[in-house]
């Protein structure tokens, strides 16, 4: 197709608009997708994920002992999302219909396409206040053998096999500035081609413009990701009221093209965004040793058992547990008036429970071999996996000593003499004290005890119980964490066709929106919390939707 005219234009080449495209494909339709990146880019930011999706009651589970039911979930979800305004009538219904999809037609539709899942589902989001309150009941965190790319390769391969067959045109360095509306409706998209660049996929590409372009279709689908590469928009959109005052210094989640540039575009052409104040960001973000884009900044995905502390080393109070509430701890860690923390753990906590999220970090997953996880993650002997080992040696953000007063030290000497030796040492005896006998009265010591009743957990995720001041177990290892931009939660207001809605209520025609510009559907289909690997489910689920509207004739 060398035209420039289509039945649809999908503008994103990220796992959403993939998705968009390849059903667009499969129709018969004859599609433009525009992508500001190279083409090596393709995938968008999901190539970078650790390849988690949230799936319900699937074999996986069954397997592991863990009985799961689309009840259950959607209790989870609205628990968890705790919508409360008047515009969450179609996030509602998207959250709805992604876990009637999650519990039923997602994972034998993906399996069919290729995709495969780590035998071991993971625990995330645990919650840690009551049932009907935010967290996962049970684990439903499925790990893509392949990672990120083993979720997008399937993808890609059938939108590659449509451009081959002429239905499908891919134009990369083509940046999306406008949308063509006329009489109320969309029917192109015009902006900038830009000058070739040779960086190397997730790096900072160039802005430079060489030409202009104007494409022509009845349907526009803005696929173009959040905003969390981009700290200005994400503190404009801060919910202060909330959380309080954003932070000075953030680390970015996501690589630079995650810039949020075609929510106003989008906008200006008749769409709404709502609860633009709804954003999932880390609290255990680390400088990578090693960046790729710019302030590139990696989340550790803790086991239950590091002891988390404030920057003036006060423990943080139940449910600011690893990997139970991370809003709720977010918003703890920021009223102290500080902008980090500090996990306190042992070797054996960081062999058996640190995990690095992405792609990149975890080698063994994203090549799809057993014998490389066994020799990662199990042949290992007292060590954690090479890329955790490498940040524990490399990282600036990291303190390991044999002694808790050359610890403290070295905390101080990071953090700003904030840290009292007796009073972080009196903490940790404290809980040593719980380790004599399987009963505790620490929250946290049950949570690991119950983290152990789970054979997955057990296995592979959650340490024996020990004292940490026993140099048996060391040596000690302090962690300093950052907050890490990752997820816009709200977004562009669609119906379950994925159609924009205007401020006004009404569809505007030929507009759609899908993946996380528009809140992973609906506008915002999360509510205020996540449960994980919700975001690459809901791009590939928007997508999916997009492509099937019946909308697009």
Not at 383 to 391: I, M, Y
Not at 457 to 470: E, G, Q, S, V
């Amino acid at each position: 197709m060398t035209t420039n005219t289509a039945d649809a234009i999908v503008v994103g080449g990220g796992l959403a608009g993939l998705a968009a495209a390849a059903e667009l494909g499969d129709r018969g339709k004859k599609v433009i997708l525009l992508d500001q990146e190279p083409e090596r880019f393709l995938g968008g930011q999901a190539f970078w994920s650790l390849g988690g999706l949230f799936m319900v009651d699937t074999p996986e589970q069954r397997r592991m002992g863990i009985r799961d039911t689309a009840d259950l979930a959607l209790r989870d979800w609205m628990g968890s999302a705790q919508f409360d305004r008047a515009e969450d009538a179609w996030p509602r219904k998207w959250a709805e219909a992604y876990v009637e999809f999650a519990a039923g037609e997602m994972r034998p539709w993906l399996h069919e396409m290729g995709l495969r899942w780590f035998p071991v589902v993971g625990w995330a989001e645990r919650g840690g206040s009551y049932a009907n309150g935010h967290g996962n009941s049970v684990p439903r965190f499925h790990i893509t053998w392949g990672t990120g790319p083993g979720v997008i390769e399937h993808f890609v391969r059938r939108v590659r096999e449509h451009a081959n067959a002429g239905l499908i045109d891919l134009r990369f360095r083509h940046q999306a500035s406008h949308i063509i509306m006329q009489n109320g409706a969309a029917t192109g998209v015009s902006g900038e081609v830009l000058s070739n660049d040779g960086a190397e996929r997730g790096k900072k590409t160039n802005r430079d413009e060489v030409g202009e372009f104007e494409v022509y279709a009845p349907s526009v689908i803005v696929t173009s990701g959040g905003i969390g590469g981009n700290f200005d928009l994400v503190r404009q959109s801060w919910p202060r009221e909330r959380l309080g005052e954003p932070p000075k210094e953030m680390v970015a989640g996501v690589p630079f093209h995650v810039d949020g540039r075609m929510i106003a575009i989008s906008e200006k052409a008749g769409g709404h965004v709502i609860n633009g104040d709804r954003m999932w960001h880390y609290t255990e973000g680390v400088k990578n040793w090693d960046p790729i884009w710019p302030s590139h900044g990696i989340r550790i995905l803790p086991g239950p058992s590091s002891m988390w502390f404030d920057a003036t080393g006060n423990r943080l109070k139940p449910p600011c547990l690893p990997g139970f509430d991370t809003l709720t701890t977010l918003k703890e860690i920021l009223k102290t008036g500080y902008e980090y923390s500090w996990f306190v753990l042992t070797q054996k906590v960081i062999k058996k429970e640190f995990a690095l999220s992405g792609s990149e970090q975890n080698p063994d997953f994203t090549s799809a071999k057993w014998s490389e996880v066994i020799r990662q993650r199990i042949l290992s002997g007292k060590k954690a996996t090479g890329p955790v080992e490498a940040f524990k040696e490399k990282g600036e953000d990291f303190v390991v000593a044999n002694t808790l007063g050359d610890l403290v030290r070295g905390m101080n000497q990071m953090g700003g003499d904030l840290i009292n030796e007796d009073h972080l040492r009196a903490q940790i005896e404290a809980r040593d004290a719980q380790m004599d006998n399987p009963f505790s009265k620490d929250a946290q010591i049950m949570a690991i005890h119950a983290a152990r009743n789970y054979r997955g957990d057990r296995l592979i995720r959650t340490a024996k119980p020990h004292k940490f001041l026993d140099p048996n177990n060391g040596p000690l290892i302090a962690v300093k964490l950052h907050i890490l931009t990752r997820k816009t939660l709200g977004g562009l207001q669609t119906n379950l066709d994925s159609q924009m809605i205007g401020a006004d209520g009404q569809v505007v025609p030929g507009l759609f929106a899908a993946g996380e510009v528009a809140g992973f559907g609906g506008g915002g289909y999360h509510g205020y919390n996540a449960l994980e690997g919700t975001f690459l489910g809901g791009c590939i689920f928007s997508g999916r939707n997009a492509g099937r509207s019946r909308a697009i004739a």
